[in-house]
């Protein structure tokens, strides 16, 4: 082993593509096809997904969320957008048939999302409807349309609880350069003020990439001195695979070491000033001090499962397993079965850059387990004990057939179906794609492969 530089883990220290060539997977992450609704009682997870005869634990009531996709259309154009415009649409009848699938499955709520879905005129009725259902209404949002206090107030009276305003970065250069058009930043911070003026939960979320990585500290702090009100922030890792983002990885994927210091600092921030955080995408050896806040290791040890109603041809996706891959050195980490590993998918990250970490499981796991805020837990005692054997159960179980490698497509299920794609969706779709090309080249960023056919949920 090559001597590490002082303050380097060794094993950082020679982790590297050139003595890593190959990727030994350890472990796989698959997708499924959505099967018939499945009933999630209180007291049935984790890890039974529904399934009576699964491990049961008695402090977890599951909260899962679905995601419905409202438009695929946007008034931004994000360089690493995962959803791009796509030819199906939906109408109110549309969204309901999935509100109502959501409903049958159990599950806690939904997330509103797209494209943009303040772009649709029937979101409030879709959010009115959720509501009446039953379910916690969510939605993910770039903010340019929010800001307008009416449009803000009519959503709350409509039943939107909570609302994820996605911000890049506080440098205003490159949240334009990002967001392919200038202007965005005053907007998303009115947003943020006219949600908390109708009186919706305000969460920011931020897609960690290579322009951003280095000050998402900065970011956090900026906001929360300007919309103190703020109390939750969510980052997404760039997932390269899909949408524009896996044609513009060069500019775009950032590497893992780039973003730690930065991470930690602002994930050091929020914990000092009591809010609470969400991290997805990155491995815990990247964040090992705020590993109750990935959100893998999160659904992982409370058994938690997704649903996406994808507007376009993968319709319905159901994701019950949250590894990713793992080198050999993740065999001797301790966090080795709650770390959702590499995002491998696209294969922009460097295996190279994972180092297995050497802390104890069990404060992770109690402080996800005994977490008051979060949906999921219902205030009783919890048994680390009984966890760990609902765990290794759960880890014992057969898994599903892993779909090759990284499916582009995913057959429509028999889930219910998701939109509509007629001659004039299909002709306002080829119109906007020749718009986004136009746009494309005098940004001089890539545009998407196809356009309808490869992406997954954005949580921006
Ligand atoms: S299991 Fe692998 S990816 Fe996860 S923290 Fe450990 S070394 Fe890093």
Partial sequence: MPEAPPGVCPFRARSSRA????RPHIGAAWRVPVGPPVTTDVDRGPHGHGDPSGPRLPWVIVANLGYLQVVRHCNHFCGFCSNPTSPYEHTLETMRVLVDDLVARGYFGVVLTGGEPTLHSELPAIARYAKERGLHV???????RLGDRMLARELADAGLSLVHVSIYSVRPAIEARLRGIEGTLERAFAALEAAHAAGIEVNVNCVINAQNADHLDENVRVITARAPWVRHFVWNNLDPSMGRAEVNQAELVPRLGDLELSLHRALAHLEKTGRSYRVERVPLCYMTDFAHASTETRKIVKGEERVVHFLDDKQTVRQ?????????????CSLRTICGGL?????????GELAPVFVPMEPIVRRVMTDGEDPAITPRSFDYAAWQRAHEQRRAQPRPPREPDLPRQIERSDGPAVGLVTE??????????????????RLGIAQERGGSDDEEPSER
């Fill in 19 to 22: 003595v890593l060539p190959d």
């Fill in 424 to 441: 004039e969706s299909l002709r306002r779709f080829a119109s906007k794609r020749r718009a986004e090309a136009r746009l494309a080249e």
């Fill in 343 to 351: 995002f491998d998918r696209g294969q922009a990250y460097d295996p």
């Fill in 138 to 144: 969510r939605m993910i949002t770039n903010g340019w």
């Fill in 320 to 332: 019950t397993d949250w590894e990713h891959v793992y080198v050999d050195d993740c065999r001797v």
